[in-house]
Structures are given as C-alpha cells and as structure tokens.
C-alpha cells in the first residue's frame, strides 16, 4: 500500500512506526515542514497511566518512553496566596522533543525516514496514494483541501493563552490564579524534565486588551508575565519558544475520512491543554487506524469506517469533558470571586466527570478539607 502520512509530531510518527512494523510492504511516505529538532511548546503531560495503553501492543516503545517521563502525584492550586492540594491525583510529563527524539528512534527501526523542511502546498501531491493520513495538527493543510467533505466547524475560546517554559522547578501540576494591575490571570504550571517546566498563561480578553499585548514584542510581552508572576517563578526568566498569544481552536469535524483521506491527532479534533490529553489522544487515533488497516487489508474505505466506528465514542465523551473544562476556564475571572477552598472545588468537578464518592476515595485528604471548612 502506497501511504502519505503529513505531520512528523507524535500522531505521524507512531503511525508510521505501527503500519510499517505490521506490514513491511508499504511503501510509506511521511513529510514534516519544520525541521527534525524543531518544536514549538515544552513539555507534554499525561494522567498517572501515562503511555500504559501501549504495553500490551508496544511493550518496547512503551519501555522506551515511560523512563524518560517525569512523575509526581498530587496537583495544587494557589489562589489569593493560599495554596491547596488536591491529593491522589498522579501525573506524568516527558519534553516534546525528547518525545519526538524517542519516536524517531523508532521509526528508524523500521527503516522509514521523515521528509523534513518539506511543506505540502499543493493538492496535487495528495493524490494517487492508496492512503493519506492528515497529523499536521489543527491547522491542517491535507484537511483544508476539503473542509466541506469533512464538515469541518473551528471555534476560537475568547481567552487568550501563551505558552512558555521556565528554569524554575515545581512538585506538582499547579494552577495559579492572581489578580494583576490589568485584570485577573492563571498560570498553569509543571515540571516535565530535570530543571525545566511548562508554564502556560492565560487571561480574559479584557486583560489582554488593559496590558496592551497587542502592540507589544514578544521580549516585551515575557518581561510584563515575568514581573506579574515573579513570585511563583521565584524571579526566574520565562523562556520563549514561538511564544505568541492565542485563542485555543475548538476544532470538531462531522466525518473523520473523505475518500482515502482520515484525520487523526489535532487534524482531526482539539482537546482543550487544561485536561492534558491531547498527545494521548493523538496515540490513541493511530493505534486504532494501524489496527483497522491490518484487521481490513487493501479494502482502505472499510478501514476507515471502523477506525471512526471505534474511536468515535471515546473520542466524543473525552471530547465533551474538555469542552466543559474549556468553559469553566473562559470564565476564570468570576470563579475567582470564590474563596480558595471554594474555587477548589469547584476547580476539580470542572470537567462533569467527577463522582463525589471516587474523589472522596482517591483524594481523602482534600474532601477531608474541604467539608470541615463548608460545615460538611
């Protein structure tokens, strides 16, 4: 089978990985625009089970990439300078590109090797392959070819976010809220390697507007968040990568394939960063895809069908708790209005997901807290 895979992120190169390891016929074409050692954004977080949804199928790439990642229980939220932890709840990081790095390494085992620096422009290119597969994200080029086939909706949150790393180390996933002399602000902040951490940070239009963002550079930009959020950097330096304010895309598509063209990853859907499941998500798509092309052979529109057939139920229910997560962070700035344990709580049922009795389970210590300061 001829395949033209567009995205080297996580999505493309573990496909590629997958269908040329199950099948080493395929002539497998994967094309990336930036280069090799490029990547935009830090570290990458996971819930505490990590990558163990690749251990039955995968146990190598698994063994591969779970030493690598960075582990910590617990998360915290600080809010008017009181820090609370939720406790129970475990995590685990591992950087972008050392992420990719692994990835290529095992791509490499199979003897496919990514066209880097090489952008698809036209359309052309995308036909007379047996397969194409769109990874190259929520601005997808093979996707844009043909919204209309694929019923594709893209809306912009309000809130504007930029994406930052830091020098400065932090224990858990940490949430920090602060009022600031142009409006309210969240951080969201953790550690993904030795050394290093992710720190994300969003505000409300308003705010963004107050500060004057718009009109200023980005080495301006990061000295302003730098002063606002000097306390929780503890007067480290924010470190830029591409790090530019934005509006999360919320990204959904009616149909997954159009043809012998399938969406996976970003391409195919958006998953707000406050439920960190996105990569996941991304590992999910292409493990289902690599087993429907294996268990439907040449017949690629069968594939397909079964590939959205298994996916899609998982998908939408993940899906719609991050939309709920996304909601809940629009409106910040008024849950602020809160108490700290207060905000707390209603932090932690955010997504709809929560059931009381499991959290008072998982997370003693916290509910423990939270009744005795409501009077439960």
């Not at 009022?179 to 993904?192: K, L, S």
């Not at 301006?220 to 330096?237: M, S």
């Not at 932090?347 to 300061?373: C, M, T």
Request: charged share 20%; hydrophobic share 45%; glycine share 8%.
């Amino acid at each position: 089978m001829n395949i033209l895979i567009a995205g080297a992120g996580p999505a493309g190169l573990y496909l590629a990985y997958l269908l040329k390891r199950q099948d080493a016929s395929h002539h497998i074409r994967i094309v990336e625009q930036n280069p090799a050692d490029a990547t935009f954004g830090f570290g990458v977080v996971f819930s505490d089970r990590a990558l163990d949804f690749l251990r039955d199928d995968d146990a190598e790439t698994h063994a591969l990439i779970v030493p690598a990642m960075h582990r910590w229980t617990d998360l915290t939220l600080v809010h008017r300078g009181q820090r609370i932890t939720i406790d129970g709840v475990g995590f685990a990081a591992i950087g972008r590109l050392a992420l990719l790095q692994l990835l290529q390494q095992r791509l490499a085992t199979v003897g496919v090797r990514p066209e880097y620096r090489t952008v698809l422009d036209d359309a052309h290119t995308l036909q007379g392959w047996d397969l194409v597969v769109a990874a190259d994200g929520a601005n997808s080029f093979v996707r844009r070819q043909q919204p209309e086939a694929f019923g594709t909706v893209v809306e912009p949150l309000h809130n504007r976010f930029v994406w930052y790393g830091t020098t400065q180390p932090f224990d858990t996933l940490t949430q920090t809220f602060i009022d600031t002399r142009w409006g309210p602000m969240n951080a969201h902040h953790y550690p993904y390697a030795p050394g290093m951490s992710t720190f994300i940070i969003e505000c409300a239009p308003q705010t963004w507007q107050n500060a004057g963002f718009a009109d200023k550079s980005e080495d301006a930009t990061r000295a302003l968040l730098e002063e606002a959020f000097a306390d929780t950097l503890g007067g480290r330096p924010l470190v830029a990568n591409k790090s530019l304010w934005r509006q999360f895309p919320k990204l959904h598509n009616a149909r997954w394939s159009a043809g012998r063209t399938v969406l996976v990853g970003d391409a195919l859907r958006t998953a707000h960063f406050s439920i960190g499941s996105g990569t996941r998500l991304a590992f999910e798509d292409v493990i289902a895809l690599a087993r429907a092309l294996r268990e439907h052979g040449a017949d690629v529109p069968a594939a397909l069908q079964a590939y959205e057939a298994a996916r899609r139920p998982v998908v939408d229910k993940l899906v719609a708790a991050a939309n709920q997560s996304a909601g809940w962070y629009e409106d910040f700035e008024a849950h602020m209005q809160l108490a700290p344990w207060d905000l707390a709580w209603s932090y932690i049922q955010r997504s709809g997901r929560v059931d009381i009795a499991k959290l008072r389970q998982v997370s003693p210590r916290f509910v423990a807290g939270y009744e005795a300061r409501a009077g439960g």
